[in-house]
């Protein structure tokens, strides 16, 4: 069986996370399988459709590497992958399911369609009134249908139940009384989610549905949908919520969401989607770091989570920190200057050198490097020290022979430091520290030559002339 996937955003936005571990488990599902992932937009709520959502999709799905192999702009054999694409697939279908007396038109009158604007009443809910349509026959039916407002509804049976074997939960039953005639057809002519997501299931030939677990109360219509037509049913495996901290369901005030904004906080894609892959999936053994390659090989689905996956800033920020210290600082700082290239020439290599081992997050970089564009004390310790008396003889001393020297560099810095040691017997932090303080403002951070031969000749004096002169 060749096995194919799918991931079926609604362009409403921005993506969101949990879209983003979707695609990525169906994708390397699909890979180590040796399979097909699509990718089929859902864009038939007109209401919801944000303009340019499928572009930027497209974009940050190609940022992480993700990539499909059937879907818009490449194609593919079972298309159009655009559900607004699709309205005459969907309508053939409806009426097959009339005819089947599986699906009914139920007829809204012009006053309720207009309470129902006016009111922004739901159009789904069904009245009792709703329910006498169940029963007129298909000729009738049909004939309305022609020139009647009506929407479709799914007959659901008014009692029995119905199941279906989850591949992350387990068996699931729902009970059928307690479900409504779902609308599959709205009066603009757009079938509703659940309708042309079983549809194009089934069309595109959809082997294992691979979604967030708040579509598990679809089930039973789904469910439903493909016994009336008779066909086959993919696999469902049903991923877990990714929650904040505290438990609740991840949110935009505890935490961002959309995958767009771990981009431009700087990001890398590797620790972005190697951390994905864990929230709600462990490997094998204890192995945390993984290449998509690994991952691909890895993956199962035996091992997806139930419970809740908790997202974890800190640990995301690790990985980060992981990923960025493995590039070389000449790539940091090119994909730096990607984002910042107002910045170009004022941060240089040597200065990522200094800081690149520490940031989490290539945003970081700014800030880090502050102190080097801007002086100032990081706390009144520093002033402290400053005070002391073994530091201010440090410190003229410092300045006296840099003055004597033409040119500032970190072996230059060094030769003037053991003199200062040999000749004033200051060794070890009462040297040190007070020259760090001086230059930097701090009393920790990268290695000093390397900062001063940054700095130059000129700022150093500076810094330490207006401390001596304080
Ligand atoms: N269009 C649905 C969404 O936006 C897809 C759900 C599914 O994968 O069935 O999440």
């Known amino acids: 069986m060749l096995v194919r996937v799918r991931f079926a955003p609604s362009p409403t936005g921005f993506l969101h996370i949990g879209g983003l571990r979707t695609a990525l488990y169906n994708y390397l599902f699909a890979k180590q399988n040796n399979g097909i992932f699509i990718l089929r937009i859902e864009d038939t709520d007109r209401n919801r459709y944000v303009e ?27 298309g159009p992958y655009f559900q607004s694409k699709r309205l005459n697939i969907y309508k053939k279908h409806i009426l097959h399911l009339i005819e089947n007396e599986k699906a009914y038109p139920c007829f809204y009158s012009k006053e309720r369609l207009k309470k129902i604007e006016k009111e922004n009443i739901p159009s789904n809910i069904l009245t009792q009134q709703d329910q006498i349509y169940r029963n007129i026959s298909v000729d009738e039916s049909t004939a309305r249908m022609k020139n009647e407002n009506h929407v479709i509804r799914l007959k659901v049976p008014n009692n029995g139940s119905i199941e279906y074997n ?63 037509f008779n066909w086959k049913k993919p696999e469902f495996i049903h991923l877990p919520l990714i929650l904040n901290q505290d438990k609740t369901k991840l949110s935009k005030r505890q935490n961002d969401v959309a995958v767009e904004d771990y981009i431009t906080n700087g990001y890398l894609k590797k620790a972005f989607i190697n951390y994905l892959s864990l929230l709600g999936w462990h490997g094998s053994g204890d192995q945390e770091l993984y290449t998509l390659d690994e991952l691909i090989k890895d993956f199962s689905i035996n091992r997806i989570q139930k419970s809740g996956a908790i997202f974890d800033i800190k640990k995301l920020n690790w990985m980060n920190n992981h990923y960025i210290k493995k590039l070389e ?28 081992e520490k940031i989490e997050r290539l945003t970081d970089i700014p800030e880090e490097l502050n102190f080097l564009f801007e002086f100032k004390f990081e706390n009144e310790k520093c002033r402290e020290i400053l005070d002391y008396k073994s530091s201010k003889t440090v410190l003229k001393s410092f300045t006296s022979k840099l ?9 230059s810095f060094k030769s003037i430091v053991s003199k200062i040691q040999d000749e004033i017997k200051v060794g070890g932090k009462n040297l040190w520290m007070p020259l760090r303080i001086a230059v930097t403002g701090k009393m920790h951070g990268p290695d000093v030559a390397s900062i001063v031969e940054i700095l130059g000749k000129e700022v150093c004096l500076q810094r330490l002339n207006n401390i001596i002169n304080d």
């Open 52 to 78: 340019g959502a499928v572009e930027n999709l497209i974009k940050t799905m190609h940022w992480s590497g993700i990539e499909y192999d059937e879907g818009p702009k490449i194609g593919g054999d079972k």
């Open 329 to 356: 600082p000449q790539e940091i700082l090119d994909k730096f200057l990607k984002n910042n290239i107002d910045l170009k020439d004022q941060i240089t290599l040597p200065m990522i050198k200094l800081i690149y």
């Open 403 to 411: 003055e004597k020297i033409s040119i500032l560099d970190s072996k």
């Open 166 to 228: 989850d591949q992350v939960r387990g068996k699931l039953k729902f009970d059928l009384s307690l479900i409504e005639d779902q609308i599959l057809m709205k009066s603009d002519g757009y079938p509703t989610y659940h309708f042309a997501n079983v549809v194009d299931d089934h069309l595109m030939e959809i082997t294992h549905v691979i979604r967030g677990e708040e579509w598990i109360a679809s089930m039973p219509k789904h469910l439903l949908l493909y016994e009336n």
